[in-house]
């Protein structure tokens, strides 16, 4: 991250670092969650998402000490490798994860559904599971996007960016005023002759109603928009003026 960095955000940079935050759910700079920047919940490290992983597994083959172990830490929103690696599941919106759910992500769909898979096509079920998060930008396993869940390490909560201050404002420097033109005065269109017209139904001279009602926006314009509504008047009045008769 650039030391020199403006104040003012963009809404697509990161409240935490400044940086853009990518595609997934992380930013990809600080790894902050970017629904709840300040809530303290970070991307879990690949190398420590993987080691848990083999935990996990290892803990299973004891499979009453992981039952034990498993109904302690779901109330935290842990399995027995995340308690001991101070890793957490919850949900993909940011919120906490319910124990049910949480058996069913590691019971249910993690160690039945896609182990038993996994085991009858030797051990390549969980190798694909857990190298999808490599695969995922938001480092999620197969069951992870099954079940709607992210797996997070919580830190100290981190302070968003402050916006500039006035101060800082009014210390910019701005590009000085376009100076004001000669006030130009519009020239009197020249009077139609009545000879040779058809006797059709008078039209209404466009000029006069416009050209007053600019003339009292007058003040208030500047003199390169006061300038263009009058050319548009002008070219109104031309068209008006060659139009064929009826």
């Given at each position: 991250?650039?030391?020199?960095?403006?104040?003012?955000?963009?809404?697509?940079?990161?409240?935490?670092?400044?940086?853009?935050p990518g595609v997934g759910v992380f930013c990809s700079e600080c790894g902050v969650l970017s629904s709840h920047p300040t809530s303290g919940d970070f991307a879990a490290p690949y190398l420590q998402r993987l080691l848990c992983e083999?935990?996990?597994l290892i803990i299973f083959l004891a499979l009453p000490l992981w039952l034990a172990w498993m109904?302690?830490?779901?109330?935290?929103?842990?399995?027995?490798?995340k308690s001991l690696l101070n890793l957490y599941v919850?949900?993909?919106?940011?919120?906490?994860?319910?124990?049910?759910r949480l058996w069913v992500r590691e019971l249910l769909i993690k160690r039945l559904l896609l182990g038993l898979f996994g085991y009858a096509?030797?051990?390549?079920?969980?190798?694909?599971?857990?190298?999808?998060?490599?695969?995922?930008?938001?480092?999620q396993c197969i069951h992870d996007r099954m079940v709607g869940t992210l797996v997070v390490?919580?830190?100290?909560?981190?302070?968003?960016?402050?916006?500039?201050?006035a101060s800082n404002i009014a210390a910019l420097r701005l590009p000085p005023p376009a100076p004001r033109g000669p006030r130009l005065t519009p020239s009197p269109l020249?009077?139609?002759?009545?000879?040779?017209?058809?006797?059709?139904?008078?039209?209404?001279?466009?000029?006069?109603?416009?050209?007053?009602?600019?003339?009292?926006?007058?003040?208030?314009?500047?003199?390169?928009?006061?300038?263009?509504?009058?050319?548009?008047?002008?070219?109104?009045?031309?068209?008006?003026?060659?139009?064929?008769?009826?």
């Open positions: 991250m650039s030391a020199n960095r403006p104040g003012a955000l963009r809404p697509e940079h990161c409240s935490i670092c400044g940086e853009y083999l935990l996990d109904w302690r830490s779901c109330r935290d929103g842990q399995s027995p490798a919850i949900h993909e919106s940011g919120q906490s994860i319910t124990p049910q096509l030797g051990l390549l079920g969980p190798i694909i599971n857990a190298a999808w998060i490599l695969l995922n930008p938001d480092r390490v919580r830190r100290a909560a981190p302070a968003p960016i402050s916006p500039p201050a020249p009077a139609q002759s009545t000879t040779n017209l058809p006797l059709t139904a008078p039209t209404r001279p466009i000029s006069s109603p416009e050209l007053e009602a600019l003339e009292l926006e007058r003040p208030t314009l500047s003199q390169t928009e006061y300038e263009r509504r009058l050319r548009i008047l002008q070219r109104q009045q031309q068209d008006v003026s060659q139009q064929p008769p009826a």
